[in-house]
């Protein structure tokens, strides 16, 4: 039995295409919104399902323009069914309707709370802004603001380490294949590792086989070796160091650096704009530091 050929259905696309829209639109608008800020993400190759933050982003950003897009055909098909939403029942022209009143009203409604910061705007905002800084932890923060786009030389100067000794140290983990130049970014990506992780393993040669004993009693902090006192309390390294902790915290005090005994060695250099703890070891060891 012969079917006559049924005709492409353009409203049928453009619906089906709003509505696939919208639900990735939302799966990613959830997934961004619980991220943390791009600083950390990229650092740290943050991701969810195996993409991360900035592949989201872009996900994101063209769903949202074909959202838009297929929107415009949508209404342009439906102009009709649409007018008479702004039409008196009665009399079926262009009059007063209490339903387009009230959303016109929920619309400014929401631009105004928004604009203005008030509750339950202001809240929903500040509990984003709130997620998004749980993510921060003085463990995930890199040396200095996007660190991951310096070339590899560039990183292991503000890692305190020869070149030589951190190309040895990722190639004994099995990173290979970059030159000096390289941006860390593109290394990590090669590697399969985040930018973090490139970052620790120039550090923490400690981490490889036969690197424990840089570590004893603090030795090779200063060349940036071991890697283990920026995770130590301040109160932990005077007590390794035999240092008295308050004539520590009188010496930092001192230099305007403001600490106490529970924070770690990294924490305290990051908030007085140090690019890692051991910049502060001769300071803390020496009483001639002292001004």
């Not at 004994?172 to 090669?190: M, N, P, S, Y």
């Amino acid at each position: 039995m012969h079917h006559p050929s049924r005709r492409f259905q353009w409203r049928a696309l453009t619906s089906v295409l709003i509505a696939a829209s919208f639900v990735i639109l939302v799966v990613t608008g959830i997934v961004l919104f619980a991220a943390p800020p791009g600083r950390i993400a990229n650092w740290t190759n943050w991701n969810v399902l195996g993409l991360r933050k900035v592949e989201w982003t872009g996900l994101h950003i063209w769903f949202s323009t074909l959202f838009l897009v297929v929107t415009v055909f949508h209404v342009a098909f439906n102009w009709r069914p649409m007018v008479s939403y702004f039409k008196d029942r009665l009399s079926r022209r262009i009059g007063f309707r209490w339903e387009w009143v009230v959303a016109l009203l929920i619309v400014a409604g929401v631009f105004a709370g928004t604009r203005r910061a008030v509750p339950p705007f202001s809240t929903l905002l500040a509990w984003n802004e709130d997620l998004k800084q749980s993510w921060d932890s003085p463990a995930d923060r890199a040396p200095i603001p996007q660190a991951e786009l310096l070339t590899f030389r560039q990183l292991a100067e503000k890692a305190g380490v020869p070149v030589e000794t951190a190309v040895a140290r990722l190639e004994a983990r099995g990173v290979k294949g970059f030159a000096h130049d390289t941006v860390v970014e593109q290394i990590a990506a090669g590697s399969g590792l985040s930018a973090q992780k490139v970052y620790e393993i120039i550090l923490a040669s400690g981490n490889q086989s036969g690197g424990h004993g840089q570590r004893r009693g603090g030795q090779g902090a200063g060349g940036g070796a071991g890697g283990g006192p920026g995770r130590k309390t301040l109160e932990q390294f005077c007590a390794d160091e035999s240092l008295a902790l308050d004539e520590v915290l009188a010496r930092l005090a001192a230099r305007g650096i403001k600490a106490n005994g529970g924070q770690t060695l990294r924490e305290i250099a990051v908030s007085a704009g140090f690019a890692r703890p051991y910049e502060l070891l001769d300071l803390i060891r020496s009483n001639s530091a002292q001004p």
